[in-house]
């Protein structure tokens, strides 16, 4: 990694990481017994945020919503079908593949199954290794130290070196996924729903771990999660999504203390929470109603269908995605 | 609330590994009472599940009972032969499994479906069964009832393929209704229409239900009494109120203080529990939590504790050298 002058570093603090506008991604599917019916998913729409250097940004919703999908086509592993993801001055979706590989060092991801997505015939060690070795160059006993440095960083011995992913346990293999991210030295990391697989006992660890390592590293977070408890300890600012599009995005503080969308309010008032007797006093807002099929999304607000506070206008046009103030967004013709 | 729906005793489970029989369940006991929602809570690998799936007969291959009863109507379900057995899975006792999508039979229609339990179980005619599955898929809150009855399962959601396992697991109005995770592939909001339909029914039909869960946050609303297992051992026994306040396991404890909730708590980082769960097959020979748990003293890694009342007389026990009354 470039050490920068400190005026310079704090300088750049504060600039957006990413600055992505538009983004789209539809996908073309055949139905029908015999392929003959053609239908476009609207995975994506509209999508428009930047993303702050160091912050966490979390972006939240049921599945479906395109929260992954968000995260693959920022990372350009979905090509997106419309939009710009601006990084480093340069527009990634215009980038072809071997242009991207250079940039692919500083943009990294971790998914949900570290089980998957590990190669079940490489040691830990080659595969922490791996991309230190690619994009870093190293070999040798430079290589060695490196894997060591790593697995040290995100808190396993060195003799995990020479274990293979079925050998370990969940935490372990997650904590090795994340190794493997760090050995790039990336500025910027999708955590793709990374701890959602894990046990209870075990996520606090890699809540933690996920934490330490971006004030060490100055690492910036899009977190993707379903979690809202977990999003609410670890995000600096929070967007929530509902089929495809941004419903709302604020601050941590201000979207769990005063949601504006009725589609955020509804989804915080759902979350249980560990205290029977607050439980029991708790009065849910319940949604009626299904996610619509994003293959036809319904005409104008894609919420209205499930909306308690719908009106003619939220059947008939789009709301636009606007500035309430204070970073606070919103797509909603009445809040 | 009275008397004891179901009463297992000494359950004990051994699943066949390469290194000779792994006990997955060990000595556990515990009491559904009429009426009420049993909480059965855990990580994966705690034996919550397989401690169900034996009182059912559903164990997977490979695992076997190895010891224990659990007395219900007055029978050990344990003991009962595989036709019996058959009489009580729907009819004495529903299930409601997590994932309703390898539950189902995807070639026939769910109205089929529901009306097989029914004749086999109440006796009813085809006709009769068929309207009467249509009657429950309108009390699980299924909007156009009789017609969705000719739906095979793919063209369902995954909420609505839940209502109807729902549906499933009630038709025979059970005295005892088994939920399995009923809930975890579900999203937020559909989760909370699901416990709704549940918690209704339980207050219209007077049921039992054992609801299986590692979501502690989920269980808090819903149930009366929790048991907490870990490593296939019971850990805590408690009414639901108690076990929240008063956590005296202490992995109950910290499980409990490394939850994130949506509060704000201000902490940066979250109290963890550190190492994770051991192998099922490989547990440690004294307390199993020995291994992670801050309070640990000798006699925890030498002797696995019993599970005691917390003070006498207590309904609130605990399996603890260092917080039981025990000590």
């Known amino acids: ?335 | 609330m009275s008397g004891a729906l179901l009463e297992v005793r000494d359950l004990a489970v051994e699943v066949a590994t390469r290194s000779g029989p792994a006990r997955v369940v060990d000595n556990v006991t515990f009491a559904v009472r009429t009426g009420e929602v049993l909480g059965v809570v855990g990580e994966s690998g705690c034996g919550k599940s397989m401690t169900m799936m034996s009182l059912l007969g559903l164990l997977p291959p490979g695992a076997r009972v190895a010891g224990g009863t659990a007395e219900m109507d007055g029978r050990d379900l344990l003991a009962l032969s595989g036709k019996e057995l058959r009489a009580v899975r729907g009819g004495r006792v529903g299930m409601v499994f997590q994932d309703p999508m390898t539950s189902f039979n995807p070639v026939m229609r769910i109205g089929d479906q529901l009306a097989e339990g029914l004749r086999q179980h109440r006796g009813m005619s085809r006709a009769a069964a068929w309207r009467t599955a249509g009657e429950l898929l309108a009390v699980v809150g299924i909007p156009g009832a009789r017609e969705r009855l000719a739906s095979y399962p793919h063209e369902l959601s995954g909420g609505m393929r839940q209502r109807v396992m729902i549906a499933m697991g009630i038709s025979c109005h059970p005295p005892l209704l088994i939920a399995d995770e009923p809930t975890t592939a579900l999203d937020v909001t559909i989760q909370a229409q699901i416990v709704d339909v549940i918690r209704d029914l339980r207050a219209e039909m007077g049921m039992s239900i054992v609801w299986i869960t590692h979501d502690l946050a989920l269980i808090a609303g819903l149930a009366d009494r929790i048991i907490v297992l870990y490593a296939g051992i019971v850990v805590e026994e408690a009414g639901v109120d108690d076990l929240y306040e008063r956590p005296t396991h202490p992995y109950t404890g910290a499980l409990l203080r490394s939850l994130p909730t949506l509060e704000e708590t201000g902490a940066a980082r979250l109290p963890s529990i550190a190492g994770s769960p051991p192998d099922p097959g490989r547990r440690p020979p004294g307390c199993p939590f020995a291994p992670r748990c801050a309070l640990r003293e000798a006699r925890c890694e030498t002797a696995v504790p019993p599970l005691m009342p917390v003070a006498p007389g207590a309904s609130h026990r605990v399996a603890c050298w260092v917080t039981g009354s025990g000590a």
């Not at chain 1, 090795?176 to 959602?196: G, Q, T, W």
């Open chain 1, 1 to 335: 990694m470039t050490t920068l002058p400190p005026a310079t570093a704090t300088a750049i603090e504060s600039a957006p990481c990413l600055r992505i506008s538009g983004l789209q991604k539809h996908y073309h599917v055949r139905l029908g017994a015999f392929g003959t019916r053609h239908a476009t998913v609207h995975a994506l729409d509209d999508f428009s945020l930047e993303v702050i250097r160091g912050e966490t940004l979390s972006l939240v919703g049921e599945s479906g919503c395109g929260k992954s999908t968000a995260g693959m086509a920022i990372l350009q592993l979905y090509r997106p079908t419309a939009g710009s993801v601006l990084f480093d001055g340069v527009d990634l979706c215009t980038l072809a593949e071997k242009e991207m590989r250079p940039l692919r060092r500083r943009l990294q991801v971790i998914f949900q199954d570290p089980y998957s997505t590990l190669n079940p015939r490489m040691t830990v060690g080659e595969a922490v290794g791996e991309p230190a070795a690619h994009h870093r160059g190293l070999a040798g006993p430079a290589l060695r130290a490196e894997v060591e440095r790593l697995l040290g960083d995100v808190g396993l011995a060195a003799p995990f070196a020479k274990r293979f992913p079925h050998e370990l346990s969940g935490g372990q293999r997650q904590r090795v996924a994340i190794a493997r991210a760090l050995a790039c030295a990336p500025e910027f990391v999708v955590c793709d729903e990374a701890i959602s697989a894990l046990d209870v006992s075990v996520q606090a660890q890699i809540i933690n771990l996920l934490q330490d390592l971006q004030e060490r590293y100055r690492l910036t977070f899009l977190f993707i999660a379903h979690d809202l408890a977990v999003v609410r300890h670890i995000s600096t600012r929070v967007a929530v999504m509902f089929l495809g599009r941004l419903a709302e995005l604020a601050p941590k503080q201000r979207l769990f203390s005063a949601p504006r969308h009725p589609y955020t309010r509804a989804l915080l008032s759902a979350v249980p929470e560990p205290d029977p007797v607050r439980e029991r006093a708790r009065k849910r807002q319940i949604l009626a109603g299904e996610v619509p099929s994003p293959m036809a999304p319904p005409p104008g607000c894609r919420f209205h269908t499930r909306c308690p506070i719908a009106t003619d206008v939220c059947r008939a046009e789009v709301p636009a995605w606007r500035d309430l103030g204070a970073g606070h967004w919103i797509a909603c013709h009445h809040a």
